[in-house]
């Protein structure tokens, strides 16, 4: 399949038009939306990045449907400064871009191709100023040159290479064990046989300069401190230099219903809001795969990718890959009924590096598939159901299931591996593309882990296989043992202006400290044997050890200053926290116990003020 998709995308490129991916952290992703629930427009691909031709496609979509629920003069105004952002450039420099562009055509049939190039800069600054007396600061510099351009018609292409000064610092809080403490066999006694060992590793804190769970490191596998360039180091608690190297080469045909797309950038899977997905969040670190998406009809479409995942450096740069050689493939099913009812079904599977034909396959569902060529693999299931009546908002719900024993208890054993997510997005009219979403989301211990494992094409080498790439997981940004309340307020009053209201409350397990609850970290690995009888393995949310309590509330803005390439943003709150604790050790009794909130030298309380203050100059 992967050869007739490749040979067509060759035999089609015949006439100029971009095709390349939009960014998402871009705000149009956000318009869109709000643009659907008010039944502007038809209903928005499952697959995130969306193409620049099939998102002008759908601003003029939403312009030319502007008699049926009307548009303000502002979100004209919006939409239009959008549709000029995506829209071919006249040949020359660019001083207001910071670009130069070429267009031209060659041979008897004057086949187009376009060359673009230009540079970008993004630069934060970040504070974190606690209670404690502790202040802590940290910088984000990068600049970034690109080039892109089109071959023909149908094909776009796009290369990065970004270069950045980064300071983000955290915690070191302690050793943690990816077993839980009383397991058995222990690393330094094991026996080469022994599949299954515990490792004590070390916790980290969040980058104490930002708000938890939203610091998204930007460099390619490791940082390198300025006095040792050679060095692949794991994270710059002090200044460091990083590279990244996004890039792509997309292919659309018959009018965007088949995309094909061979690059390394950020995803997000499935229909419910950006920055929602359980499967595949762009929080994620980008990796290099190849990818098709196909919508034959309006009511149904599908798409897969296979992409090589990266290791995370914790250990040097042959070490720390030694044991995580993975492959990650996806397929999504999406089902629809007009504006008004969205059904996915997203099957994935983390697995050695090996060609797997059935898990390539979009036609093959990887999760029965696995039976046929034995248990070595990490499976995943998602379902999203998400409906909506336009004019007024949407409610959906979804469920990632790990794993999962429908014949075992599901409400207290460590073996449900699974997060579930509901939530409402509501218009509101009176505010230029405006909105209030609430949301809940549970993440169970263990979930989006697993067990190192000796694998037939390893030997001996126990292999990592969980639902991670480069340290982060591939899913919901938060860790196991966790859950979030989430209510924000969005708004564009203006068209260079946009803006945000948020608060959060996120409960977490500790993965440090004498009260530790097992299964709270993405290295965290399940007990394979006795997962229903052994009392250990059982989980009672916030009574089964010491869980960290956050308040997050923050506020922040986005201004396009005009007639000037410099867009500035801004982000402050507060984060108040503590922890609740039972008077039982952790987790060995198999039943629930009261807590209480405690204050220690271990889980103390705390309240940081954070602020991130920066501008982008020629952004795209």
């Known amino acids: 399949m992967t050869g007739i998709c490749l040979l067509t995308l060759i035999c089609n490129a015949v006439v100029a038009q971009t095709h390349s991916s939009v960014r998402l952290d871009s705000q149009v992703y956000y318009i869109l939306e709000q643009a659907e629930l008010r039944g502007l427009c038809s209903p928005l691909p499952g697959i995130r990045p969306y193409t620049e031709s099939i998102v002008v496609g759908k601003i003029n979509e939403i312009l030319g449907s502007e008699g049926k629920r009307g548009l303000t003069a502002s979100e004209r105004d ?45 630069i934060t600054g970040s504070a974190g100023i606690y209670n404690s007396g502790d202040k802590y600061y940290g910088m984000e510099s990068w600049v970034t040159l690109y080039m892109n351009g089109d071959l023909g018609r149908n094909v776009s292409y796009n290369f990065d290479f970004s270069g950045g000064l980064v300071r983000a610092p955290r915690r070191n809080l302690g050793p943690y064990n990816t077993y839980y403490e009383t397991f ?62 996004p890039a792509e080469l997309t292919g659309s045909f018959l009018e965007n219903k088949f995309i094909i797309r061979l690059g390394r950038i950020a995803h997000e899977w499935g229909s419910t809001p950006l920055g929602s997905s359980l499967a595949f969040n762009q929080m994620a670190r980008p990796f290099v795969a190849l990818e098709t998406e196909f919508s034959p009809v309006s009511w149904f479409s599908m798409a897969c990718l296979t992409g090589a995942l990266e290791y995370y450096n914790l250990d040097g740069i042959k070490d720390s890959s030694l044991t995580f050689q993975n492959l990650f493939s996806v397929t999504m099913y999406q089902l629809r009924y007009k504006n008004f009812i969205s059904f996915e079904l997203i099957d994935a599977v983390v697995y050695p590096k090996r060609f797997e034909l059935g898990y390539i396959s979009p036609v093959t569902n990887n999760f029965f598939y696995q039976n046929n060529v034995g248990d070595f693999d990490n499976m995943a299931l998602t379902f999203n159901l998400k409906a909506q009546y336009p004019g007024l908002g949407n409610l959906w719900l979804s469920l990632f299931v790990d794993e999962m024993d429908l014949t075992s208890n599901l409400f207290t054993l460590d073996r449900q591996m699974i997060a579930l997510q509901g939530g409402i997005n509501i218009l509101l009219p009176f505010l230029s593309f405006s909105s209030l979403q609430l949301s809940y989301t549970r993440v169970n211990p263990y979930c989006y882990t697993h067990n ?34 989430l209510l924000r307020f969005k708004t564009m009053p203006a068209k260079n202006v946009s803006a945000h209201l948020q608060y959060q409350l996120i409960r977490h397990g500790a993965d440090f400290g004498d009260s530790a609850v097992d299964g709270s970290n993405l290295s965290s690995e ?95």
Do not use: C
Not at 84 to 110: H, L, M, V
Not at 218 to 244: H, I, M
């Open 78 to 122: 919006i939409l239009m400064q959008y549709a000029d952002n995506f829209s071919k450039q006249k040949p020359g420099i660019d001083w207001k871009r910071g670009g130069y562009y070429n267009e031209t055509a060659i041979g008897k049939n004057n086949f187009p191709l376009s060359l673009n190039a230009g540079v970008t800069a993004d």
């Open 184 to 245: 058995p066999v222990h690393e330094e006694t094991a026996a080469p046989e022994d599949e299954y060992v515990n490792r004590k590793i070390n916790a980290y804190s969040e980058p104490m300069t930002y708000f938890p769970y939203t610091y998204q490191k930007r460099w390619d596998g490791s940082v390198f401190f300025f006095d040792d360039l050679k060095g692949f180091d794991e994270w710059p608690n002090d200044f460091a230099g990083g590279y990244s190297l």
């Open 452 to 485: 190192r494992n000796f694998n037939p094409w390893y030997g001996d080498l126990r292999m990592e296989t969980g639902y991670t790439n480069n340290g982060v997981s591939l899913g919901y940004y938060l860790p196991p043992n966790s859950d979030e309340l």
């Open 526 to 620: 399940l007990d394979p044997d006795d997962r229903n009888t052994n009392l250990v393995l059982k989980r009672f949310f916030l009574q089964d050890g010491a869980y960290q309590w956050l308040n997050i509330i923050k506020i922040g803005a986005e201004w396009n200053l005009p007639k000037l390439p410099v867009t500035l943003f801004g982000e402050a709150g507060v984060v108040i926290s503590f922890f609740t604790d039972i008077n039982e050790d952790a987790n060995v009794t198999g039943e629930a116990h009261p807590f209480s909130v405690i204050n220690t030298s271990e889980y103390p309380k705390s309240t940081g003020f954070i602020i991130n203050l920066g501008f982008r100059v020629f952004s795209r």
